[in-house]
């Protein structure tokens, strides 16, 4: 029994593992199940033992692509040592070293990931992440309000509200990269990166109403040398 059912998870991911290349190589609307079938040579019956349809495949790719991150963040969370600032802090920290470790990979898909064929691919990624995500920082915001650290009055909402900024934000700094390495000799997208950074680190915070700055800001120097990763990879 343990074989097939290892046998089952390793199928099933080679298909998601090439459906996820080929939309960040041609997009997920023009991507087709024909695509899948014959990257892998594999049968429409094979396909459909997995995945009811396309749109179900789409929620598994995003799904895998969070488990182990949502893994680090719970981990974070439930630790009753760390104080409420300690876990938001932390909860960051986590999200920029998964920047930082992948940056090659989004340096590669940017360009197809803002392409208006992966739309319902970025609301899908959205929708997983407040899903997931959410919760897990409003649990830190009313620690933090105990703890006197935050005072919000809207510790329920919190979450929604804080990925709304991060995503938002985040988006407006690979679209500043993406012009960055269309002209690189201009300095104000770096200036623009820093200042992005700056505006939704303190937009958090003072929704949290903080009583002083807990999340980092990267400064001019420090992007100069996320930029140049790429660059660097082998």
Not at 8 to 28: M, S
Request: charged share 25%.
């Amino acid at each position: 029994m343990a074989r097939i059912v290892k046998e089952y998870a390793v199928r099933r991911n080679e298909i998601l593992d090439t459906a996820q290349r080929l939309i960040y190589t041609k997009g997920y609307e023009k991507l087709t199940i024909r695509d899948i079938l014959d990257t892998l040579q594999i049968s429409n019956g094979a396909f459909f033992h997995y995945f009811a349809s396309k749109s179900e495949l789409l929620e598994a790719i995003i799904e895998r692509g969070q488990d182990d991150l949502d893994k680090e963040f719970r981990v974070i969370v439930d630790d009753p040592d760390l104080s409420a600032l300690d876990k938001f802090q932390r909860f960051f920290a986590a999200l920029g070293r998964t920047r930082s470790a992948h940056q090659a990979l989004i340096a590669d898909v940017m360009r197809v990931w803002f392409a208006d064929d992966n739309a319902i691919v970025r609301e899908k990624t959205d929708e997983v992440i407040v899903q997931r995500r959410a919760p897990l920082l409003n649990t830190i915001v009313r620690q933090g309000i105990q703890e006197g650290a935050f005072t919000t009055p809207y510790p329920d909402q919190a979450g929604q509200v804080i990925l709304s900024i991060t995503r938002g934000m985040g988006n407006a700094v690979l679209k500043l990269v993406l012009a960055f390495e269309q002209e690189p000799e201009q300095p104000h997208y770096i200036e623009d990166i820093v200042a992005t950074n700056a505006a939704s680190a303190e937009a958090i915070e003072r929704l949290l109403g903080a009583a002083s700055p807990c999340l980092d800001r990267p400064n001019a120097e420090e992007v100069k040398a996320w930029l140049a990763l790429p660059k660097n990879r082998v």
